[in-house]
């Protein structure tokens, strides 16, 4: 009787290990559109997010756009990582469509400039039915305004993936 408790037991917890790990990373490597899930594992922790390169060779990343969960707890938090060319001391824009362009900030690197923001019910409605978004700055050299377009075709479908992740 005991043996078979245990055996019951055993095997109940070899099914929730091994439903966690095939939940596990379900959307990386999956495709959204122009969306794609990835997932790492960061401290022995997995994280997981939607991704999307933006280039104007197709081959050369001119911006990389990310939307995880994990940073805030309340709202999707979009990344935008992009050159060092952009001017972090300049106005820098994000619009969706028609829509009012919301003002950010970047952090830079000798590499890159990361412009975050949080999708709050506004943005995240804009994004569901938006088509389109573009980030907007001033070149650092020349001073040129830079637009760097980000789709949103396949957006809510893997942010609902991502939601169930």
């Given at each position: 009787?005991?043996?078979?408790?245990?055996?019951?037991?055993?095997?109940?917890?070899?099914?929730?290990?091994?439903?966690?790990?095939?939940?596990?990373?379900?959307?990386?490597?999956?495709?959204?559109?122009?969306?794609?899930?990835?997932?790492?594992?960061?401290?022995?922790?997995?994280?997981?997010?939607?991704?999307?390169?933006?280039?104007?060779?197709?081959?050369?990343?001119?911006?990389?756009?990310?939307?995880?969960?994990?940073?805030?707890?309340?709202?999707?938090?979009?990344?935008?990582?992009?050159?060092?060319?952009?001017?972090?001391?300049?106005?820098?824009?994000?619009?969706?469509?028609?829509?009012?362009?919301?003002?950010?900030?970047?952090?830079?690197?000798?590499?890159?400039?990361?412009?975050?923001?949080?999708?709050?019910?506004?943005?995240?409605?804009?994004?569901?039915?938006?088509?389109?978004?573009?980030l907007g700055f001033l070149a650092k050299e020349s001073g040129e305004a830079v637009y760097f377009p980000v789709s949103l075709s396949g957006f809510t479908k893997g942010l609902q993936a991502l939601q169930k992740n």
């Amino acid at each position: 009787m005991k043996k078979s408790r245990f055996t019951l037991a055993l095997m109940g917890v070899l099914l929730f290990i091994t439903t966690q790990i095939s939940m596990a990373g379900a959307i990386d490597g999956k495709q959204f559109k122009d969306w794609q899930g990835r997932c790492q594992v960061d401290l022995q922790k997995e994280f997981c997010f939607l991704l999307q390169g933006f280039s104007a060779d197709g081959q050369t990343p001119l911006m990389i756009t990310t939307v995880d969960l994990a940073q805030h707890p309340t709202f999707p938090i979009v990344t935008l990582r992009v050159t060092t060319k952009l001017d972090p001391t300049k106005d820098i824009q994000f619009k969706v469509d028609k829509n009012t362009s919301i003002h950010l900030q970047a952090q830079c690197t000798e590499k890159e400039c990361a412009v975050a923001f949080p999708l709050d019910k506004r943005m995240l409605a804009q994004f569901k039915r938006g088509a389109r978004g573009v980030l907007g700055f001033l070149a650092k050299e020349s001073g040129e305004a830079v637009y760097f377009p980000v789709s949103l075709s396949g957006f809510t479908k893997g942010l609902q993936a991502l939601q169930k992740n």
